[in-house]
């Protein structure tokens, strides 16, 4: 198997597929969405997920885990442009800015139409295997606290 050959097939499995969509005011738009999802665009979804999620605690930040999904997915599947900033705070309020926007016009649920249920699934099964190995470095790092005899309100 050469490179070029599998490269080729990749793109064609994965192409993206024109769709219309139409606001409440009824502009209509023409979008380009994925309709098969790579395994790779989400994995970068759960590391922005993660990413986000430390920022906003370290920023002391709410946030929003399904709001951040469903940016993030619309930023992986879709030709939507977000603007892109340098401080992850101001492109995490912005993502969430743009979705809400999305949802508020009507859009959003015209495009998670298209999208896949089988492809949907796919999403779901990389954030159990990522709920299960987190939660596996999670107990280790406590029982590791327990042997060392430190209190629960250190962990």
């Known amino acids: 198997m050469k ?7 990749v793109k064609k499995t994965y192409e ?6 139409e606001s409440e005011s ?5 979008i380009q ?12 979804i759960v590391d922005g997920l993660v990413e986000r999620s430390v920022m906003c605690t370290k920023e002391g930040m709410k946030f929003d885990t399904t709001m951040c999904l469903y940016a993030l997915m619309l930023k992986q599947f879709t030709d939507i442009e977000f603007s892109k ?5 101001r492109q995490y309020a912005h993502e969430v800015e743009m979705l809400k926007a999305v949802i508020d016009m009507g859009l959003f649920t015209q495009i998670m139409n298209v999208f896949e249920p089988e ?4 999403i779901e099964g990389v954030f159990e295997q990522y709920k299960a190995s987190f939660k596996a470095i ?3 790092v406590i029982a590791q606290k ?10």
Do not use: P, S
């Open 26 to 30: 009824g502009k209509a738009y023409t």
């Open 119 to 122: 492809e949907m699934k796919k």
């Open 85 to 89: 900033f340098n401080q992850l705070k």
């Open 16 to 21: 993206r597929k024109g769709i219309q969509i």
């Open 146 to 155: 327990v042997m060392r005899g430190e209190e629960d309100g250190d962990l």
């Open 3 to 9: 490179a070029n050959e599998l490269l080729k097939d």
């Open 33 to 44: 969405m994925e309709t098969k999802f790579k395994e790779t665009k989400i994995i970068e």
């Open 138 to 140: 999670h107990n280790e």
